[in-house]
């Protein structure tokens, strides 16, 4: 390789390098969400052959993230500055995961270094300083936590809950990567569907299929949308033959947009935010779905809708615990704290919600958790406190049992008061 050849592909992987910090430090630093902070790191990439590199990386640390600070922890003193932590984790990734020659993952991390504000001369001391190193753990607990990549305090609650080997079970669920779609069912038929999206791994419900799949499709045709968010919508609607429904936490309006599609439900899609009114709207639209939506504070009691609906949906606020395996950054700004203060406002959604159900009706409770404080411990809660309601059924969806993120729903029928 002649001069001006090694210096275009050191350019070339530096501004990969740079794409993918910039990925990481919006949610490591400024607590951004997974998908939207990749989305707009890649297009500042004009290097759209690595495009997928960057993904697989930018997610393997995210994957790894509690191994790597733990390595980190190990090999520094004191806490490096966020910049140069941001880079140590690339850096340790290149080295530990992503099958690089040791000396190139230093290399190109002490590069990285140098046009972001980071510590060169330390980033390149601690990497080659992580040939040699072994993690210590301080308990079992540890241990459990730096083989399981989850937190301490989530590993101890799901021990609690599970037992150690169902906890272990459940982190070390392997889901599928692709994106999971739906036909809209008045718009594209199965059977085209399937022709459609040709080597996808289909489901009872749509079909894992890689992005660039996604453009045989025309828009508006189909739907992004989890299996378990698909399975929590036809287990709500069990029994259920049409009449008025309100989802009360519904934005993004995925589950209320695709319930529209199988039976003569009349659907109010609410949330407490107005720019998320018009996610609703716009999505509703593009789909070619008819529902109405509504501003409404789930947690208040709204007296317009007491003793409305045939079917209440209240998809509460959760800690998401049951979405690790898809979205691994859910726990990086997540606290232990954060799970009682879900409770409570999950228990103050359920008892506004119980006012809207007509005598006869269902009312469907929802997370995306995998917490027993989350899920049986606030159904059980609500039925104690109102005995107008009998627990009809409960569903819960692990993902090392059922092959997509976790979920639980518990369906309740209103008799008389």
């Known amino acids: ?88 984790k690339i850096g ?60 301490s305090w989530l590993c101890k609650i ?20 692709k994106t999971h779609i739906r036909p809209v069912s008045r718009r594209l038929t199965f059977d085209r569907f399937k022709s459609l999206a040709k080597d996808g791994e289909f489901t009872e419900y749509g079909c894992y299929v890689d992005r660039a799949t996604l453009d045989n499709f025309a828009a508006g045709t189909i739907a992004v949308q989890s299996i378990s968010s698909i399975r929590a919508v036809n287990a ?37 935010y107005p720019h998320k009114l018009d996610l609703m709207r716009g999505y509703a639209k593009k789909l070619g779905a008819k529902i109405d939506v509504a501003l409404n ?25 049951g979405t690790l395996k898809t979205k691994p950054d859910i726990m990086i700004n997540r606290k232990p704290a954060d799970i009682a203060e879900l409770c409570v406002l999950q228990t ?8 809207y159900c007509k ?3 269902t009312l469907c409770y929802s997370t995306c958790s995998i917490l027993r404080a989350e899920n049986e411990d606030v159904a059980r809660k609500f039925e104690a406190e109102h005995p107008e309601y009998r627990l009809i059924d409960e569903t819960k969806l692990m993902p090392d049992t059922d092959n997509c993120d976790g979920f639980y729903i518990a369906r309740f029928k209103r008799g008389d008061d």
């Open 1 to 88: 390789m002649d001069e001006r050849a090694k210096i275009g592909a050191a350019n070339a992987a530096l501004a990969v390098d740079r794409t993918l910090y910039n990925a990481l430090r919006a949610v490591f630093v400024e607590q951004s969400y997974c998908a939207p902070a990749l989305t707009k790191a890649l297009k500042g990439l004009n290097i759209t052959r690595s495009h997928p590199f960057v993904t697989s990386a930018f997610y393997g640390v995210l994957d790894n993230n509690v191994r790597l600070e733990k390595t980190i922890d190990g090999l520094c003193e004191k806490t490096p500055d966020k910049n140069s932590s941001v880079v140590l």
């Open 359 to 361: 005598v006869g009706g």
């Open 158 to 177: 799901l021990i609690v809950d599970y037992g150690e080997d169902r906890a272990r079970s459940i982190l070390n669920a392997v889901l599928p990567q």
């Open 297 to 321: 504070d789930a947690t208040v009691l709204n007296k317009d809708f007491v003793d409305a609906f045939d079917l209440v949906i209240a998809d509460c606020p959760c800690s998401g615990t």
């Open 236 to 272: 709500y609607i069990k029994g259920v033959n049409g009449g008025r429904v309100v989802d009360l936490c519904a934005a993004p309006g995925g589950k209320s947009v695709y319930l529209s599609e199988l039976g003569d439900y009349k659907i109010t899609a609410c949330d407490v």
């Open 92 to 151: 340790l990734y290149y080295r530990l995961y992503a099958d690089m020659p040791p000396y190139a993952a230093v290399n190109r991390a002490v590069e990285l270094a140098k046009r972001v504000g980071a510590y060169s001369g330390f980033v390149n001391a601690v990497l080659k300083r992580s040939a040699d190193f072994v993690p210590k753990f301080e308990n079992a607990l540890d241990k459990f936590s730096y083989e399981c990549n989850a937190p």
């Open 348 to 355: 103050q959604i359920m008892n506004a919600a119980a006012k």
